[in-house]
Each structure stands twice: as C-alpha cells, then as structure tokens.
C-alpha cells in the first residue's frame, strides 16, 4: 500500500489563483519522490497540503491508511524540513532537537538518545552545545534534519532544504540526504527546482508546470522519454536542444529538413513518423547525441552537417559547442580532446537513434 496517496488534489487561495490543479500520486513506502518544477509551478503547495499547513480545495490526501485532510499537522506523523532551517536561536543544537519530543511529553532517557542517535547519523555530536548562530550553514541544515530524524516519523518532508547552500556544499549535502535516505529506509518527499537534485536523489520525480503534473516516473525514463516538450527541456542540462522543420519522404526514406540541412531519420521511427510526412514537427536532441565528426568513426554522410562555432565553453573534461545552424543554434557536449575555434565551420554528426520528435502546436512527444 502507498504511504501517502493525492488524489485528485487541489488548491485554490483566496484571490482565485490555481496552484495545485487536479494532482493525483501515490509515494510507495520508503521511496524517495522528487517534486520538481520552475517557480510558481505548485511544488511547495503540494507538499504544504500533505504536511497539513495548507488546506485543500478539492481532492483526498492519504498517509498510511488515513485519510488526513481535517487532521491537524502535529497528528499527521510527518516531519518537515524547510529551506531556512527554523531553529529557534536561543536553544542548543542539543535543545532544538530534543523539543519537538519534550513537547509531545517523552521521557528524558528516550529523548536523549534518539538526540544522540541522529547527532551520530548526522556527524553533529560536537556540536550539540552551541546555538544556531555559531554554525555554518551547512551545519545548521543537518540540525534542522537532525530535529526530523529525533521523531521517527511515517513520512519525511523536505521543502528546498538545499538552496541556502553555496553550490559546493550543496553538492556534499545532497549525497548526505541520499545516505540518510538509504540509512534510514524512510518514505521521503523532496521539493526542488533543482532538476539534477531531482535527478540525482529521486525514486521517481514528478514533474510539475503551472499547478499540473506533467510526467511521474523514475529519472531515466523522465530523461529519455519526456511525454512532451517541457519535460524534455526542464529535464537535463544543458537543456535539450529544439529544431523547428519538416518531415519529409525521398525514395521511402524520411528526412528531417531544418531549411538549412537534412538528416535522416532511423526506420524503427517510420511507423511513429508516416503520418507527419509534409507536416512541421519540433526535433529535439541532447548535448550529448551531437557528436564532432572527428571522433565518429564512420559517421553516415547523410547525417553530417556543417555548422559555425560560435562559442566554446570549456569543463575540464568535456566542452560546450554552441553551434549555429543558420537558423537555431544548439549546444553540442564533446570531448574535452576536440579543439573546436570560435567562427570556424564545424562538422557534427546526430546519434539519429537517440532523436525526439514532438508535435508542433501540442508539443506532446511523437516519438
Ligand atoms: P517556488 O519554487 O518559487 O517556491 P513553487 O513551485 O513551490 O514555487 P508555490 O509556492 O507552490 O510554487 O506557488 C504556486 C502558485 O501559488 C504561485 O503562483 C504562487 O504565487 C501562488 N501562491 C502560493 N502561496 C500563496 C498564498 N498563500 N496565497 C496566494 N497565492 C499563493
């Protein structure tokens, strides 16, 4: 049985804005679901309504096998993680943690080791004797997680709990948050813009856009197949690139015509792609399926094309092309061996196999 159930969720605030429209999906017992999305899209909404501090519209939201829509936030056996911590400045470490569960009346032997036991989980024990204002950030983070773990709670919430952070230490809390998860076997629901936060911690992510979910699956399948236009962009970075043109047929071979080159497309996309022939679709692909012709042994002539470079981003490891076709320019990810120069003609080749295709007014996915 799911640990927390939306079903057919919505909110409304007064002044008639929509944030959260129609949302239904199930997070499975100690799976870790990703809610990601642009500003304004819902996230934080949604997870508001599952911790109880905002009220639904319509719609039934489920925590183990209650429905807990009229149940207040203390009783909904849920803990919530916020992006600017919380900690009350006056308590210790050691007394932020240990008051959530003074207050619900625990022994002291029982609080004082489940302090401990997360000051371990979380490597804070020689903290616990000072106050917020003497911890780094990243500090004050593990203790605003620490005063969660203390309450053994059903379901953990976790509302942007990172971007506070500097990049670096972002990076190093995101991989704790993924041990925690892993160490304690504990159902987690994590809000982010961050796509590669989502990507890099997510059971699955649901995607989210203007209040809708656009796609619930796990991160691979939310790569490689995005259901429409948006997710494949908000889905990867550096975004996927998107070419406007034509299906066209020659000799019973299909062809994407930009206006200012042609590739052609793979046969097991005919079936998908017959009935577009002479119609404009929107072709995607990744940084990383435009390969420099250089380093593609036998690459086929038809899916060469000749491009300017107009930037050149080095990584370390790898560079960023960003390639001007004449009509839209696409960031190409390559090797960092390429020696690719500024206002130089390049020669790319497409992984055809890996190309998208969506519909142009609907931007849903054609293939
Ligand atoms: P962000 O990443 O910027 O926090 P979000 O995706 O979490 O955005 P929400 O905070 O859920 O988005 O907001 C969704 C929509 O609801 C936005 O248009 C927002 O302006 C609106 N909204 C949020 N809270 C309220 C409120 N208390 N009253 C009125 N409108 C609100």
Request: aromatic share 8%; glycine share 6%; hydrophobic share 40%.
């Amino acid at each position: 049985m799911a640990q927390v159930s939306l079903k057919n969720v919505s909110k409304v605030f007064p002044g008639g804005v929509t944030a959260v429209d129609d949302v239904s999906f199930d997070v499975e017992n100690k799976e870790f679901v990703v809610l990601v999305g642009p500003s304004g899209c819902g996230k934080s909404t949604t997870l508001r309504l599952v911790a109880g501090l905002e009220t639904t519209t319509a719609g039934e939201i489920v925590i183990g096998n209650r429905k807990v829509n009229s149940i207040p936030p203390k009783d909904r056996d849920i803990a919530m993680v916020f992006q600017n911590y919380a900690l009350y400045p006056h308590m210790t470490v050691y007394e932020n943690m240990a008051f959530g569960l003074q207050l619900k009346k625990y022994p002291k032997e029982e609080i004082d080791s489940r302090v401990k036991e997360a000051a371990a989980i979380l490597g804070v024990e020689q903290l616990l004797k000072r106050r917020p204002s003497e911890l780094s950030g990243g500090q004050r983070q593990r203790v605003a997680v620490g005063r969660v773990i203390v309450r053994k709670p059903m379901v953990f919430l976790f509302d942007e709990p990172l971007s506070n952070l500097d990049a670096k230490l972002r990076v190093m809390m995101r991989t704790e948050i993924h041990r925690l998860h892993i160490k304690l076997q504990a159902t987690m629901i994590y809000v982010t813009h961050d796509q590669t936060e989502a990507m890099t911690l997510g059971d699955r992510i649901v995607v989210m856009k203007d209040g809708i979910i656009h796609q619930i699956d796990t991160p691979t399948n939310v790569y490689n197949r995005p259901v429409n236009k948006f997710v494949a962009s908000f889905i990867g970075a550096p975004p996927m690139n998107f070419m406007e043109g034509r299906i066209i047929k020659k000799e019973d071979k299909l062809y994407f015509d930009e206006g200012h080159f042609r590739v052609r497309i793979v046969e097991d996309m005919y079936d998908a792609l017959l009935d577009r022939v002479d119609t404009r679709v929107t072709m995607g692909v990744r940084s990383e399926d435009i390969h420099d012709k250089l380093f593609v042994s036998e690459a086929p002539p038809e899916n060469i094309v000749t491009m300017v470079c107009e930037v050149v981003e080095y990584l370390g490891s790898e560079v960023y092309l960003h390639l001007n076709t004449g009509k839209h320019i696409l960031i190409a990810r390559v090797s960092g061996d390429a020696d690719s120069q500024i206002n130089q003609d390049i020669d790319v080749v497409f992984d055809m196999s890996k190309i998208h295709f969506f519909d142009k007014a609907t931007e849903k996915t054609i293939i």
